[in-house]
């Protein structure tokens, strides 16, 4: 009763606050949801309580819309809940069956891909990116703007974000398509392949390795060594080699346009507007136009339940004869990285950094290794947590600004892990099944 308590406060206050207010009838039909939605949903287990009670908290707050949080243990969704809104104009619920845009959290998904590819014996980490691409018409032909340094950078080097590329110095050609295909002469939204050879025919802002730095389109032409590598496209490879393994079968590649809304996908909030990659004359709302989804593919192109996203991240310490990376693949993803990358300037390690594919906090003090990643789109607000002892949790939101933050599930990050870290989540052995949809 308490939790059906809280996710009704939660559905309404909310809505309300973004709102601005509300009248009389919007209150009627707002608080018909909330309950509809609450008796819905099965009991909170006493471990979960105080997750439930902490995200419903922090919701409300920062009044996101709706979201979707997911608890696994070696495979087994021991906790999934919906709060708030899928739509709010339509009054539907977000439901745990509900599929988001996970943004960044592709990376991982990414990096899982190639690291298939290495287990096999098709790729290796060091291999050079040019090597690799050798022949593909995504490696544009060498020019007078090639940096000389492009030679240097390797597979290990994209998945760490130590290639070369600073958005900060440079900007990010992932959401600079307006412009690339302007100055070629083209219509937008620019193609990956003509985003890729601008920018290969463009000076580095480092040499690779010497530093960490995040990189959207280093993901990019990970994507590119993947389907080059495999023969397979991209979303077809990861699908089959990552996410099947794994036991992942709702999740797929997303569109950016409306009339392109998957089943079961929520609807994005933002208050931002923009050109459209599609027709720059026109303004729209930023996550449906702003940018270039399809694009985005290797990077932050994905969508999925939260459950499947925390089942995906148990995945890499399931049982022995279950997990979906070999003993040496793991620890490479969390091997730390030599120089800056890893390292103070004194020569300390840091306290965390950034793995293939994933942020590493190494274990300590009684406490085991985790790894974390997140992820950002206008509209989008996305988390993944994978901790040493088989358990991961995913927190999934359609919106991402409040007046608080920039980017929610950034800001609630460190209160939640603390939070989880307290928690003591139940073997499978005792685990329920997963909630059905009403």
Same mark, same amino acid.
């Given at each position: 009763?308490?939790?059906?308590?809280?996710?009704?406060?939660?559905?309404?206050?909310?809505?309300?606050?973004?709102?601005?207010?509300?009248?009389?009838?919007?209150?009627?039909?707002?608080?018909?949801?909330?309950?509809?939605?609450?008796?819905? $949903?099965?009991?909170?287990?006493?471990?979960?309580?105080?997750?439930?009670?902490?995200? @419903?908290?922090?919701?409300?707050?920062?009044?996101?819309?709706?979201?979707?949080?997911?608890?696994?243990?070696?495979?087994?969704?021991?906790?999934?809940?919906?709060?708030?809104?899928?739509?709010?104009?339509?009054?539907?619920?977000?439901?745990?069956?509900?599929?988001?845009?996970?943004?960044?959290?592709?990376?991982?998904? $990414?990096? $899982?891909?190639?690291?298939?590819?290495?287990?096999?014996?098709?790729?290796?980490?060091?291999?050079?990116?040019?090597?690799?691409?050798?022949?593909?018409?995504?490696?544009?032909?060498?020019?007078?703007?090639?940096?000389?340094?492009?030679?240097?950078? $390797?597979?290990?080097?994209?998945?760490?974000?130590?290639?070369?590329?600073?958005? %900060?110095?440079?900007?990010?050609?992932?959401? #600079?398509?307006?412009?690339?295909?302007?100055?070629?002469?083209?219509?937008?939204?620019?193609?990956?392949?003509?985003?890729?050879?601008?920018?290969?025919?463009?000076?580095?802002?480092?040499?690779?390795?010497?530093?960490?730095?995040?990189?959207?389109?280093?993901?990019?032409?990970?994507?590119?060594?993947?389907?080059?590598?495999?023969?397979?496209?991209?979303? #077809?490879?990861?699908?089959?080699?990552?996410?099947?393994?794994?036991?992942?079968?709702?999740?797929?590649?997303?569109?950016?346009?409306?009339?392109?809304?998957?089943?079961?996908?929520?609807?994005?909030?933002?208050?931002?507007?923009?050109?459209?990659?599609?027709?720059?004359?026109?303004?729209? @709302?930023?996550?449906? %136009?702003?940018?270039?989804?399809?694009?985005?593919?290797?990077?932050?192109?994905?969508? @999925?339940?939260?459950? #499947?996203?925390?089942?995906?991240?148990?995945?890499?310490?399931?049982?022995?004869?279950?997990?979906?990376?070999?003993?040496?693949?793991?620890?490479?993803?969390?091997?730390?990285? %030599?120089?800056?990358?890893?390292?103070?300037?004194?020569?300390?390690?840091?306290?965390?950094?950034?793995?293939?594919?994933?942020?590493?906090?190494?274990? %300590?003090?009684?406490?085991?290794?985790?790894?974390?990643?997140?992820?950002?789109?206008?509209?989008?607000?996305?988390?993944?947590?994978?901790?040493?002892?088989?358990?991961?949790?995913?927190?999934?939101?359609?919106?991402?600004?409040?007046?608080?933050?920039?980017?929610?599930?950034?800001?609630?990050?460190?209160?939640?892990?603390?939070?989880?870290?307290?928690?003591?989540?139940?073997?499978?052995?005792?685990?329920?099944? *997963?909630?059905? *949809?009403?």
């Amino acid at each position: 009763m308490l939790a059906a308590f809280r996710l009704a406060t939660f559905s309404l206050i909310g809505v309300i606050a973004l709102a601005g207010g509300a009248t009389g009838e919007s209150l009627h039909a707002t608080s018909e949801a909330s309950e509809d939605a609450a008796a819905n $949903t099965p009991p909170t287990p006493e471990w979960a309580a105080p997750l439930e009670e902490f995200l @419903a908290a922090q919701l409300a707050k920062h009044q996101i819309p709706g979201a979707s949080v997911a608890v696994v243990r070696q495979g087994v969704v021991l906790y999934a809940r919906g709060f708030g809104y899928a739509d709010q104009e339509l009054r539907q619920p977000v439901r745990p069956a509900s599929r988001f845009r996970i943004a960044s959290l592709s990376k991982p998904l $990414t990096a $899982t891909a190639v690291l298939r590819l290495v287990e096999a014996g098709e790729l290796n980490l060091e291999s050079k990116l040019l090597d690799v691409l050798q022949g593909s018409a995504f490696l544009p032909a060498e020019g007078p703007g090639r940096d000389e340094r492009l030679s240097e950078v $390797t597979i290990r080097h994209l998945l760490q974000h130590r290639a070369g590329w600073d958005r %900060g110095v440079s900007g990010d050609p992932m959401f #600079d398509s307006i412009r690339i295909a302007t100055a070629l002469g083209k219509t937008p939204p620019a193609t990956l392949k003509d985003t890729i050879h601008s920018t290969l025919s463009r000076p580095l802002d480092f040499a690779p390795g010497e530093r960490y730095c995040y990189s959207n389109f280093g993901y990019c032409l990970l994507g590119r060594v993947i389907e080059h590598t495999s023969g397979m496209a991209y979303g #077809d490879f990861v699908q089959q080699r990552v996410l099947a393994p794994a036991g992942v079968t709702d999740a797929q590649l997303g569109r950016t346009l409306p009339r392109f809304r998957a089943e079961r996908e929520v609807k994005y909030y933002d208050p931002g507007y923009g050109p459209s990659v599609f027709a720059a004359e026109r303004r729209v @709302a930023k996550p449906y %136009g702003a940018w270039n989804l399809e694009a985005m593919d290797a990077h932050g192109g994905w969508i @999925a339940t939260a459950s #499947d996203m925390a089942r995906y991240g148990s995945a890499y310490y399931g049982k022995p004869d279950e997990s979906l990376l070999s003993a040496s693949s793991l620890t490479a993803t969390t091997e730390r990285p %030599g120089g800056a990358a890893g390292y103070t300037p004194q020569g300390e390690p840091t306290p965390n950094f950034y793995g293939l594919g994933w942020r590493v906090i190494p274990g %300590g003090d009684g406490e085991g290794l985790r790894m974390n990643h997140l992820g950002s789109l206008s509209g989008a607000s996305s988390l993944l947590v994978c901790q040493s002892d088989g358990v991961s949790y995913a927190l999934l939101c359609n919106s991402r600004k409040s007046e608080f933050t920039w980017h929610f599930c950034d800001a609630i990050l460190p209160e939640l892990m603390e939070l989880m870290q307290r928690t003591t989540v139940p073997s499978q052995a005792g685990a329920a099944s *997963e909630p059905t *949809e009403p």
